[in-house]
């Protein structure tokens, strides 16, 4: 017999995604480049389903059913181009490749058009959820060709996280529009994680609450607007106990934030489509901040902070802060929302921006219960912003004074906020009636001859400053 489905590629997210489809009915083809993976896999779960374990990739090609469906989970970037190439010359017409690995959406775009050009599908397919998820459901973001969704969507579907019995699967668009995705859904998450970082010091540095204390009022905030993965285990790592010191856990780490480039991704990208993405820049930033302990020690001796640092009131600065911690989520979800939109448009995607609202409900790092508002908010006409779908309207409205104290107050106190400051920032620059964008064309036209429109007639105009200042039609 023949195998339904393959994955090449078996260190932890290709055994725990091939475990999956098995444990799901499907017959699934094994392969990995170093074949003590391919083995240990099945000696350890062989009796979890129908596994067809491989050692060549000949054989792997040979023992699935057509048309092939491959899914390789290697090291992103080179090997899936390296493992594509030793593909190609032995799959058929209509055979569908898909990468579930954290590709570029870009290397996606040209591996489509490459694959096309053979007569196969590729999908490039974002996964989220980490190891569990690959394992017990993860959130699927599939990109590639409407066809190979035919064949394909039905698996993954039942592969996927399920909540309140719809899968968190659905084809996001053409070539490169599931990773895409799956970049803005991991931009979203360093947001999100700075955002609450940034609450936790305020109520630790400025309010002087304990770790302890501290994991107690995540848990109690996760019963609420902001319930998510995200609040729940912040809860646990706060309330965590270090086992050789006895001091909070929270403390004995290095305080320096690692990535591994799916922020800055999302970043670089905003900047060529021109959306700010504000609190996911300042979240990137905020990492690469932390990570430069030299210039930090430098400053900790050279810089001063404020003197006197007005006292706040307990209970009412706990409240105010979840009040600007749910605002700026707010906002780091509408810009994230925005440059999927920019994205759809330049490449033709079509994207369906509620859907994937749904999809992001289970199995990955950044569901939350507020998705379900995102969903309905793009159900009907799409808003100009999320900001101004009314059920995020009224949320940021109820909110907007508590974020305000909240920002003054970390200004007072010296506690960096750069996420809740850049999101208020945000949200004033799109409700102020008059940019002083007019003084930046105003400016660009006296040192570039940039020129500028008027806001009383039509037309672009240019004003001759070193002449006599007569106004000319550009
Ligand atoms: P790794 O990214 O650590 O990659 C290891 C796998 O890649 C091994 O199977 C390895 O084979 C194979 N490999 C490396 N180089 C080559 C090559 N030149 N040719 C063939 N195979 C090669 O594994 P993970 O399971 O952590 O991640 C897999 C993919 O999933 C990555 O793209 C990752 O970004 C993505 N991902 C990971 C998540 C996570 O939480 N870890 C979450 C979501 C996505 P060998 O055993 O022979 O060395």
Same mark, same amino acid.
């Given at each position: 017999?023949?195998?339904?489905?393959?994955?090449?590629?078996?260190?932890?997210?290709?055994?725990?995604?091939?475990?999956?489809?098995?444990?799901?009915?499907?017959?699934?083809?094994?392969?990995?480049?170093?074949?003590?993976?391919?083995?240990?896999?099945?000696?350890?779960?062989?009796? /979890?389903?129908?596994?067809?374990?491989?050692?060549?990739?000949?054989?792997?090609?040979?023992?699935?059913?057509?048309?092939?469906?491959?899914?390789?989970?290697?090291?992103?970037?080179?090997?899936?181009?390296?493992?594509?190439?030793?593909?190609?010359?032995?799959?058929?017409?209509?055979?569908?490749?898909?990468?579930?690995?954290?590709?570029?959406?870009?290397?996606?775009?040209?591996?489509?058009?490459?694959?096309?050009?053979?007569?196969?599908?590729?999908?490039?397919?974002?996964?989220?959820?980490?190891? /569990?998820?690959?394992?017990?459901?993860?959130?699927?973001? =599939?990109?590639?060709?409407?066809?190979?969704?035919?064949?394909?969507? =039905?698996?993954?579907?039942?592969?996927?996280?399920?909540?309140?019995?719809?899968?968190?699967?659905?084809?996001?668009?053409?070539?490169?529009?599931?990773?895409?995705?799956?970049?803005?859904?991991?931009?979203?998450?360093?947001?999100?994680?700075?955002?609450?970082? /940034?609450?936790?010091?305020?109520?630790?540095?400025?309010?002087?609450?304990? =770790?302890?204390?501290?994991?107690?009022?995540?848990?109690?905030?996760?019963?609420?607007?902001?319930?998510?993965?995200?609040?729940?285990?912040?809860?646990?790592?706060?309330?965590?106990?270090?086992?050789?010191?006895?001091?909070?856990?929270?403390?004995?780490?290095?305080?320096?934030?690692?990535?591994?480039?799916?922020?800055?991704?999302?970043?670089?990208?905003?900047?060529?489509?021109?959306?700010?993405?504000?609190?996911?820049?300042?979240?990137?930033?905020?990492?690469?901040?932390?990570?430069? =302990?030299?210039?930090?020690?430098?400053?900790?001796?050279?810089?001063?902070?404020?003197?006197?640092?007005?006292?706040?009131?307990?209970?009412?600065?706990?409240?105010?802060?979840?009040?600007?911690?749910?605002?700026?989520?707010?906002?780091?979800?509408?810009?994230?929302?925005?440059?999927?939109?920019?994205?759809?448009?330049?490449?033709?995607?079509?994207?369906?921006?509620?859907?994937?609202?749904?999809?992001?409900?289970?199995?990955?790092?950044?569901?939350?219960?507020?998705?379900?508002?995102?969903?309905?908010?793009?159900?009907?006409?799409?808003?100009?912003?999320?900001?101004?779908?009314?059920?995020?309207?009224?949320?940021?409205?109820?909110?907007?004074?508590?974020?305000?104290?909240?920002?003054?107050?970390?200004?007072?106190?010296?506690?960096?906020?750069?996420?809740?400051?850049?999101?208020?920032?945000?949200?004033?620059?799109?409700?102020?009636?008059?940019?002083?964008?007019?003084?930046?064309?105003?400016?660009?036209?006296?040192?570039?001859?940039?020129?500028?429109?008027?806001?009383?007639? /039509?037309?672009?105009?240019?004003?001759?400053?070193?002449?006599?200042?007569?106004?000319?039609?550009?």
């Amino acid at each position: 017999t023949q195998a339904q489905i393959g994955v090449t590629g078996l260190a932890v997210m290709g055994r725990n995604l091939a475990r999956n489809l098995a444990r799901n009915g499907f017959s699934v083809a094994l392969h990995n480049r170093t074949p003590a993976r391919t083995r240990s896999l099945v000696e350890e779960h062989g009796d /979890e389903g129908v596994f067809v374990p491989t050692e060549s990739v000949a054989d792997f090609v040979a023992a699935l059913e057509r048309p092939r469906r491959i899914v390789i989970m290697v090291k992103a970037g080179g090997p899936t181009d390296a493992v594509i190439e030793e593909l190609i010359p032995l799959l058929d017409e209509g055979d569908i490749v898909i990468d579930c690995g954290n590709a570029h959406f870009a290397d996606t775009r040209r591996r489509e058009a490459q694959l096309r050009e053979h007569g196969l599908h590729f999908v490039g397919a974002g996964v989220s959820g980490g190891e /569990e998820g690959a394992l017990l459901g993860p959130s699927i973001m =599939p990109g590639g060709s409407k066809e190979s969704y035919q064949t394909l969507g =039905p698996m993954f579907e039942k592969i996927a996280a399920q909540v309140d019995g719809v899968p968190c699967c659905v084809h996001v668009g053409p070539d490169g529009a599931g990773h895409f995705v799956k970049m803005v859904h991991n931009g979203i998450e360093y947001a999100d994680m700075q955002l609450i970082a /940034e609450a936790y010091h305020l109520l630790r540095d400025g309010l002087g609450v304990s =770790p302890k204390e501290l994991a107690e009022i995540f848990a109690e905030w996760n019963s609420g607007d902001l319930e998510s993965f995200l609040i729940e285990i912040t809860a646990e790592v706060l309330g965590h106990v270090d086992a050789a010191t006895g001091n909070a856990f929270v403390d004995v780490i290095v305080d320096q934030a690692e990535q591994k480039g799916t922020g800055r991704w999302t970043v670089q990208t905003a900047l060529d489509l021109g959306v700010p993405v504000t609190g996911i820049a300042e979240a990137t930033f905020a990492r690469a901040l932390s990570a430069h =302990p030299e210039q930090r020690v430098a400053a900790q001796k050279a810089l001063p902070g404020p003197g006197s640092v007005p006292r706040a009131d307990r209970d009412t600065f706990v409240d105010d802060v979840r009040k600007a911690l749910y605002a700026s989520k707010v906002v780091a979800y509408a810009q994230g929302y925005d440059q999927m939109a920019a994205a759809s448009e330049e490449y033709g995607w079509d994207i369906d921006l509620g859907a994937m609202a749904t999809i992001w409900r289970g199995g990955c790092i950044i569901r939350a219960r507020f998705l379900d508002r995102i969903k309905e908010a793009y159900e009907h006409e799409r808003p100009e912003s999320l900001l101004v779908a009314p059920y995020f309207r009224d949320a940021v409205a109820e909110g907007q004074e508590a974020w305000r104290r909240v920002v003054v107050h970390a200004a007072q106190a010296g506690i960096p906020t750069p996420a809740f400051s850049s999101s208020l920032a945000y949200y004033d620059g799109l409700r102020t009636d008059r940019l002083p964008a007019s003084l930046i064309q105003g400016l660009r036209d006296f040192f570039g001859a940039h020129t500028y429109k008027r806001v009383d007639k /039509e037309g672009t105009f240019h004003t001759l400053w070193s002449d006599d200042r007569r106004e000319v039609e550009a």
